[in-house]
């Protein structure tokens, strides 16, 4: 349910209030009793970051923000997690309505209201009890700061593109079929405002994208490749940026089955690439960002099936060069492999791809940031970044030597597409590299992408990463020009 944001003059009487502040003596007084006031003096003086005051007819909840000693970056994401357990305690007290009253900076209040949003998401829809279990938030009114119009109306754009990249990446595979995944990037480009055309198994065969035909062998679904395309008549860039989502809906490891406990159980969301360049294609275009941009998702899912491709395979990529599969569980980089060919013929400023690579990845930094490497220049490099550190979804640059090419070269084809244990997040990005002629960044989130357990504002399961981060890169650029 997508929330109703709005600026309001002054509280109410009877709203249920959130006050911001980073330090006692902005409290407003005059909404306090003596009583209420000895309280609050009381608990902010043994340092109680959150308060809450039952005046009978509402509820008032204070929240300090005064880390004023950490970094802008921290400062924001601790405000996210304070939204987050915010909505925690007006969640239980079922407010349908919420009027934050702010005393503190725009931007931390922008981020105190964006973690009670992504805070609120539920997935519900295979719950019987759904009417039940739903969280009773509907309005959010914010008062007493200097927000734009503008600033509230890109947070309700950008929590429902997060929202919306979460719903695709929980949904199982019974329902997400490559096919369906189409459909609901089309919803999106129609609710957003964007281009988007399928592609269907017969064009598929026809531009001879042998990677994404060999990993769809084995399912007896068809694949699909969807391009996306924003391009407004006022846009800054004449080359497009380009972004890749890998949107493998189900990955079992194909005929090199996944062999240990609990590793195919998540595996639903090895399309969360896709799910998250749908989201930022929805969130650029929504905003009528004027920048040009282009979104490419191959899909399929990669099943052992009796004519599915097998270890010692070489197949014929879209651009000619042909592969050794040695494993045919890193079938995502076969397919993005196409699309990254496809992506040349728009001669793009940059390309930013995102997928759930490689597990080599996740064990490396573990849930705390995206592995990041390319060619991209250092200014393409620190502005991407920079959007990463502000929004909290941080990128940890991996080297991209030259050495680590000789890990994926094969005896009898022109790559093979595994370098072995050592060094498999680089190596895998390298094989990416031989499709792509543009400046390039490769994003795994493997890490980031589904949480297990909860994980304050981004939740539970999916976590729609890699969507505020490109919404921030982009909208860097626009406000820079």
Known sequence: MQITIKRLSAP????????LINRDNQLPTKLFSKEELTFIRRELRAEKKTISVNQYRRMVYIQVLNDVT????????????????TIGKTNLAKHESLVIHSLIANELTLAFGEGLILGNYQFLKYRSAKKKEQNALKELLFTGTELS????????????????????????????????????????????????QVLEKEQIIELKMGGLLAVNQGSIEPPTFTIMEHKPADAINKKPYLLVGKGVVYDTGGMSLKPTANSMDYMKCDMAGGAAVGGIMYAISKAKLPIYVVALVPATDNRPDGNAYVPGDVVTMMSGKMVEVLNTDAEGRMILADALHYGKRY?????????????????????????????????????????????????AEFPFWDEYDDMIKSDV????????????????????????DSPFMHMDIAGPAFSKSNDSYRGKNGTGVGVRLMFEFFKNICDNK
């Open 413 to 436: 084809a022109d790559i093979k597409n595994t370098g072995g244990a050592s060094g498999g997040a680089i190596t895998a990005g390298k094989f990416l590299a031989h499709f792509v």
């Open 70 to 85: 950490k970094p802008e970056h921290l400062q924001l994401e601790l405000a996210r997690k304070a939204g987050c357990t």
């Open 149 to 196: 119009d503008r600033e509230l109306e890109l947070l309700k754009i950008t929590t429902y593109a997060v929202q919306q990249t979460r719903d695709l990446v929980n949904e199982p595979q019974s329902f997400l079929t490559a096919t369906e995944l189409s459909k609901q990037l089309s919803r999106l480009a129609k609710e957003g405002g964007f281009t988007v």
């Open 12 to 19: 109410r009487k009877d709203d249920q209030l959130v006050i």
């Open 347 to 395: 001669k793009p400023e940059l390309t930013v791809e995102f997928s759930t690579l490689t597990g080599a990845a996740s064990a490396a930094i573990g849930p705390y940031g995206i592995v990041a490497m390319g060619t991209a220049n250092e200014e393409q490099k620190l502005a991407l970044s920079t959007a990463g550190n502000k929004v909290y979804e941080r990128l």
